[in-house]
């Protein structure tokens, strides 16, 4: 197949369990799909929950939801400035640049809608809980059922919410398959007989209940096969929603480390000014006097950059992309890697291990494992699994009926009924979790 029939597939306006919608001049399926990820409950949520700093006082702070936003905003450019040569490249007809840039920046902005509470913090909980729980033993399990729990994972999260979650009439969101696929970093299950090298198998993107939902994404895109049936090569434009990640939550997250204290002013407009290069205006630099906003001058030249070395390096081996060789960050291949390292040096070593970070993830652990607790012991009594007391019987009540099965009862599946209650637990917002938790153990009582 020629690279225009191959990137005409990969850009399947499909909608899968909906059919194929063609939008309008005006408003494309890939601009409809950016609208519902914005009208959801699950994409408000994100405004509590941690980027970096959990629970911060700050109004300057980043939250998952402004993240999310400057990171579709930077897919946006950097999937256009991609689109335009792609197009002149291989004569692509009835697409616009703007239709990459679409795409990209629908799936950044969902990129995190998965995340559980106090960021990844929250994912290390609820895997801990999960293998020391007794529950997995407890149920007759498959080897992969069993490692969606004990690998759990906020991407898979994720593709759940989006395809099945929210609008569960629908079912889910009924994004388009071009859409699907470019949110989905890591296209494969929880277990493999084999373990996948490259950075698109270092995490798994839907587990065994959705398996089958990502399956037709892929058919539909035309996705490489690495495992026939199970797993597969990313999306091209994966690899710039990556970027987008990248590129925002490191120089963010320094601007933001700068502002709270943790990191010296001057310390970060060095970082940023090497990122940045030869784009910075010295004059320009020099007549800004107050450091927040030098900081901000240099954030937006380093990201400008980032940007244009990653096209670089994307548009430099696309054909190794198209066929599923290449799997690196494209920065990694690029000039600003030497000076990126730098600042996630620096990241590693005082903003990501800054002690109000600390304390408030470590405490995640209790909250997240206590509620984790509190209703799988609800369901599994209901089920057969234990004493059914007055409090499981409250729990119950407690639970929400869309993690519930028929009849407003907990499914028979144990593998569906867990899932459902880590799917409740990893929907709340930080502020949320800790006011039920409060509550259910009997520290804040309701007025």
């Given at each position: 197949?020629?690279?225009?029939?191959?990137?005409?597939?990969?850009?399947?306006?499909?909608?899968?369990?909906?059919?194929?919608?063609?939008?309008?001049?005006?408003?494309?399926?890939?601009?409809?799909?950016?609208?519902?990820?914005?009208f959801t409950s699950a994409f408000r949520r994100l405004k509590d929950k941690t980027q970096v700093f959990p629970l911060s006082k700050?109004?300057?702070?980043?939250?998952?939801?402004?993240?999310?936003?400057?990171?579709?905003?930077?897919?946006?450019?950097?999937g256009a400035v991609v689109g335009r040569e792609i197009i002149a490249r291989h004569g692509l007809q009835q697409v616009e640049s703007?239709?990459?840039?679409?795409?990209?920046?629908?799936?950044?902005?969902?990129?995190?809608?998965?995340?559980?509470?106090?960021?990844?913090?929250?994912?290390?909980?609820?895997?801990?809980?999960?293998?020391?729980?007794?529950?997995?033993?407890?149920?007759?399990?498959?080897?992969?059922?069993?490692?969606?729990?004990?690998?759990?994972?906020?991407?898979?999260?994720?593709?759940?919410?989006?395809?099945?979650?929210?609008?569960?009439?629908?079912?889910?969101?009924?994004?388009?398959?071009?859409?699907?696929?470019?949110?989905?970093?890591?296209?494969?299950?929880?277990?493999?007989?084999?373990?996948?090298?490259?950075?698109?198998?270092?995490?798994?993107?839907?587990?065994?209940?959705?398996?089958?939902?990502?399956?037709?994404?892929?058919?539909?895109?035309?996705?490489?096969?690495?495992?026939?049936?199970?797993?597969?090569?990313?999306?091209?434009?994966?690899?710039?929603?990556?970027?987008?990640?990248?590129?925002?939550?490191?120089?963010?997250?320094?601007?933001?480390?700068?502002?709270?204290?943790?990191?010296?002013?001057?310390?970060?407009?060095?970082?940023?000014?090497?990122?940045?290069?030869?784009?910075?205006?010295?004059?320009?630099?020099?007549?800004?006097?107050?450091?927040?906003?030098?900081?901000?001058?240099?954030?937006?030249?380093?990201?400008?950059?980032?940007?244009?070395?990653?096209?670089?390096?994307?548009?430099?081996?696309?054909?190794?992309?198209?066929?599923?060789?290449?799997?690196?960050?494209?920065?990694?291949?690029?000039?600003?890697?030497?000076?990126?390292?730098?600042?996630?040096?620096?990241?590693?070593?005082?903003?990501?291990?800054?002690?109000?970070?600390?304390?408030?993830?470590?405490?995640?652990?209790?909250?997240?494992?206590?509620?984790?607790?509190?209703?799988?012991?609800?369901?599994?009594?209901?089920?057969?699994?234990?004493?059914?007391?007055?409090?499981?019987?409250?729990?119950?009540?407690?639970?929400?009926?869309?993690?519930?099965?028929?009849?407003?009862?907990?499914?028979?599946?144990?593998?569906?009924?867990?899932?459902?209650?880590?799917?409740?637990?990893?929907?709340?917002?930080?502020?949320?979790?800790?006011?039920?938790?409060?509550?259910?153990?009997?520290?804040?009582?309701?007025?």
């Amino acid at each position: 197949m020629g690279k225009r029939k191959i990137w005409e597939k990969l850009l399947s306006a499909e909608r899968p369990g909906a059919g194929k919608t063609l939008g309008s001049p005006e408003r494309t399926a890939f601009q409809q799909d950016y609208d519902r990820i914005v009208f959801t409950s699950a994409f408000r949520r994100l405004k509590d929950k941690t980027q970096v700093f959990p629970l911060s006082k700050s109004d300057y702070v980043r939250t998952r939801l402004t993240h999310s936003l400057e990171a579709s905003c930077v897919g946006r450019s950097l999937g256009a400035v991609v689109g335009r040569e792609i197009i002149a490249r291989h004569g692509l007809q009835q697409v616009e640049s703007g239709d990459f840039g679409a795409i990209v920046a629908a799936a950044c902005l969902a990129h995190d809608i998965g995340n559980p509470p106090f960021g990844h913090a929250g994912e290390d909980a609820i895997r801990e809980w999960f293998r020391n729980s007794g529950l997995l033993d407890r149920h007759p399990f498959s080897p992969a059922q069993r490692a969606d729990f004990e690998r759990y994972e906020g991407n898979a999260q994720g593709f759940r919410i989006v395809t099945r979650l929210q609008s569960p009439a629908n079912p889910g969101l009924q994004l388009t398959s071009a859409v699907l696929a470019t949110f989905t970093k890591y296209p494969r299950p929880s277990a493999l007989d084999v373990e996948l090298d490259g950075k698109s198998g270092k995490k798994f993107g839907f587990f065994q209940h959705d398996a089958e939902s990502f399956s037709a994404v892929a058919a539909s895109t035309g996705l490489v096969e690495r495992i026939p049936g199970m797993a597969w090569r990313r999306h091209p434009l994966a690899f710039l929603v990556e970027v987008a990640d990248d590129t925002c939550y490191l120089i963010v997250d320094l601007e933001d480390a700068a502002k709270l204290g943790f990191v010296p002013y001057r310390d970060a407009e060095c970082l940023l000014g090497e990122l940045a290069g030869s784009s910075v205006s010295g004059c320009r630099l020099e007549r800004l006097h107050d450091p927040k906003e030098r900081l901000e001058y240099l954030r937006a030249k380093a990201i400008g950059r980032l940007l244009e070395s990653a096209a670089a390096v994307f548009l430099e081996n696309e054909a190794t992309i198209l066929d599923g060789q290449f799997d690196n960050d494209l920065l990694d291949k690029s000039p600003v890697a030497v000076p990126l390292q730098a600042v996630l040096k620096l990241a590693k070593e005082t903003i990501y291990t800054a002690r109000p970070a600390l304390e408030i993830e470590t405490a995640g652990f209790e909250v997240l494992g206590a509620l984790l607790g509190l209703f799988t012991s609800a369901v599994e009594a209901a089920t057969g699994f234990g004493r059914m007391t007055t409090r499981e019987r409250m729990l119950l009540r407690l639970l929400p009926s869309q993690f519930l099965g028929y009849g407003g009862q907990p499914d028979p599946d144990p593998y569906v009924r867990l899932l459902q209650i880590a799917d409740f637990v990893a929907g709340m917002t930080d502020s949320y979790a800790v006011d039920l938790y409060r509550k259910l153990k009997g520290f804040d009582l309701p007025a």
